[in-house]
């Protein structure tokens, strides 16, 4: 017979998320049924992934029955020598209770019929309660590794997008560099060419012309390198400007993070 030793699972420190687990009623298609219940400060997804994930590891799968996570023949506590049926199911705690869900837990004879005039086996309601006490702290961890997880996704495309910007920033910052370097050049070779024109003042005309056209293309070619540079530099500037936004991303989700870390020591 499988066991399922719920007392390992305890956290102390992370109980406090959740109310007691408490018995109330339910409705199934008219019937009032009794039930364990506990609120969870999660979405039902994830509440009712958790769940799955912990049965799993226990041995028990699910099935699906009209809105309930069923798992079939497990026993309640350690002790439990009898097994039951038991009916899961996750519902939202209202539209004001934003990210809280109420897990319900119905346990049923074994292959009880469904739905049974009377599902709930009364003589396991405390035993139920006390088993959503002990599942509350492995929806606790398992949604802290979710959140853990994606938030760090988060911060990793927020710190990939950061790097490439300053790659970007250092590409620009080179061909400033380069830019700089070919105006400097050309400013000597504007000095040289002007040198060139006047020596040739006595000179034929097609040499005049030969040292001329030699000026007027290190002009043209100046001015075309003026223009990338500014442009250039404004390339660089937006760059910073994006850089500095991106920089306050990584900033928050870095904060985002430490929150999450924090919020489930």
């Given at each position: 017979?499988?066991?399922?030793?719920?007392?390992?699972?305890?956290?102390?420190?992370?109980?406090?998320?959740?109310?007691?687990?408490?018995?109330?009623?339910?409705?199934?298609?008219?019937?009032?049924?009794?039930?364990?219940?506990?609120?969870?400060?999660?979405?039902?997804d994830p509440?009712?992934?958790?769940?799955?994930q912990?049965?799993m590891?226990?041995?028990?799968?699910?099935?699906?029955?009209?809105?309930?996570?069923?798992?079939?023949?497990?026993?309640?506590?350690?002790m439990?020598t009898?097994?039951?049926?038991?009916?899961f199911?996750a519902d939202?705690?209202?539209?004001k209770?934003?990210?809280?869900?109420i897990?319900?837990l119905?346990?049923?004879?074994?292959?009880?019929?469904?739905?049974g005039?009377?599902?709930?086996?009364?003589?396991?309601l405390?035993?139920?309660?006390?088993?959503?006490?002990?599942?509350?702290?492995?929806?606790?961890?398992?949604?802290?590794r979710?959140?853990?997880?994606?938030?760090?996704e988060?911060?990793?495309?927020?710190?990939?997008?950061?790097?490439?910007?300053?790659?970007?920033?250092?590409?620009?910052?080179?061909?400033?560099?380069?830019?700089?370097?070919?105006l400097d050049?050309?400013?000597?070779?504007?000095?040289?060419?002007?040198a060139?024109?006047?020596?040739?003042?006595?000179?034929?005309?097609?040499?005049?012309?030969?040292?001329?056209?030699?000026?007027?293309?290190?002009?043209?070619e100046e001015?075309?390198?003026?223009?990338?540079?500014?442009r250039t530099?404004?390339?660089?500037?937006?760059?910073?400007?994006?850089?500095?936004?991106?920089?306050?991303e990584?900033?928050?989700q870095?904060?985002?993070?430490n929150?999450?870390?924090?919020?489930n020591?």
């Amino acid at each position: 017979m499988k066991s399922l030793f719920f007392s390992g699972m305890c956290i102390l420190c992370t109980t406090r998320l959740f109310a007691q687990a408490y018995i109330g009623e339910t409705e199934l298609r008219s019937t009032k049924q009794a039930a364990a219940f506990i609120r969870v400060p999660y979405d039902n997804d994830p509440v009712e992934d958790g769940l799955k994930q912990y049965m799993m590891t226990k041995g028990f799968k699910s099935t699906s029955v009209n809105g309930f996570v069923l798992f079939r023949s497990v026993p309640l506590d350690g002790m439990d020598t009898v097994l039951n049926d038991l009916y899961f199911k996750a519902d939202a705690a209202g539209r004001k209770e934003k990210d809280m869900t109420i897990l319900s837990l119905i346990p049923a004879r074994r292959n009880q019929e469904f739905p049974g005039r009377t599902l709930a086996d009364s003589s396991k309601l405390e035993k139920a309660r006390l088993f959503l006490d002990s599942l509350a702290p492995f929806i606790t961890s398992y949604n802290t590794r979710l959140q853990l997880t994606s938030q760090q996704e988060i911060l990793g495309k927020a710190q990939k997008k950061m790097n490439s910007l300053r790659s970007d920033s250092s590409d620009l910052q080179k061909k400033i560099r380069n830019l700089q370097t070919d105006l400097d050049q050309n400013q000597k070779d504007q000095v040289k060419a002007a040198a060139d024109l006047q020596t040739s003042i006595n000179a034929d005309d097609d040499t005049k012309k030969k040292y001329q056209k030699r000026v007027n293309k290190n002009l043209d070619e100046e001015s075309s390198l003026q223009k990338k540079l500014r442009r250039t530099k404004q390339d660089l500037q937006d760059k910073i400007n994006e850089m500095e936004k991106q920089q306050e991303e990584v900033n928050k989700q870095q904060l985002g993070l430490n929150a999450v870390r924090t919020r489930n020591i």
